[in-house]
């Protein structure tokens, strides 16, 4: 009866714990290691995000600074488009500047051109004395013209010759009467045309070739000449000024000199109203 027992569980032989325990072990170490690598992974992870999150700094960084460098560029196209402004104005302003200045210096010189013709007319009508009027013909020629060497000539009653009347800067007696005649100064007296060489230096003038020549005239009576042999140094040529001037002495030198000649003829005595007869008709 004994032997036809079933043997019970409990006999049976026990699991092989050190089997289980090794199976545990590598079950541990698996785990372990999935959690090592998991961890490895993480870490990497967390360094890839790290470095994501500086690389997204820097590239903020980069993205400002662009902004900053748009925003400057276009501040600096701005400031450009202004100075171009600014510059064109500053041309507009200097070219009506220059044009002024131009303007003024023009009216400056006319001014001082009138002021020399007026000088030179009231001048010479300032006195019915020959000698005052043919001192202020010298003055006008020496000051306001700048001659050095000049004289004043009046024809003669038959007008064949010329008589000198005021000589300055020459020898008595030079040019002698009959290269007077002759040459450039009798050639005006006859003509009435002025010589002026408008292309040479008044300075180098001589007796022989004057710088300028020009008739003392009423109407069309050729009363005398008036030769400039050569001018001061610093005066190279004659302007427009000058011209002017020859042609108001050529006209109200012969007058004042003709009224204070004929006034001294007359003793100094004034005309009366004879002496015009009936200018109303």
Known sequence: MADDRKPSRSDAPGPDLSHEREQFLKTF????????????????VQRNLQELQAENGRLRAVVEAD???????????????????????????EEVTSDFNARFHEMEDDFANLANLFVASNSLHSSLSPKAVTRRLKEVLEQLVGAERFGIYLATND????????????????????????????????????????????????????????????????????AI?????????FSTVDFELFKLLGQHGALALMGSGLFAQANRKLPGPDAFGDLSR
Request: net charge negative; charged share 30%; aromatic share 4%.
């Open 229 to 237: 042999f050569r001018s001061f140094g610093q005066k190279t040529k």
């Open 67 to 93: 902004d900053a460098i748009r925003d400057l560029i276009k501040k600096i196209e701005k400031l450009e488009v202004e100075k171009q402004e600014l510059m064109s104005h500053h041309r507009r302003l």
């Open 159 to 226: 007008g064949r010759s010329l008589a000198p009347i005021a000589v300055v800067g020459l020898d008595p007696g030079d040019p002698p009467p009959e290269v007077l005649a002759a040459g450039p100064v009798g050639e005006v007296a006859r003509s009435g045309k002025a010589r002026i060489d408008d292309e040479a230096d008044p300075s180098a003038g001589t007796v022989e070739k004057p710088a300028a020549v020009f008739p003392l005239q009423i109407d069309d009576n050729i009363v005398g000449v008036v």
């Open 29 to 44: 170490s698996k785990g372990a290691q999935l959690t090592r690598e998991f961890m490895e992974e993480y870490e990497t």
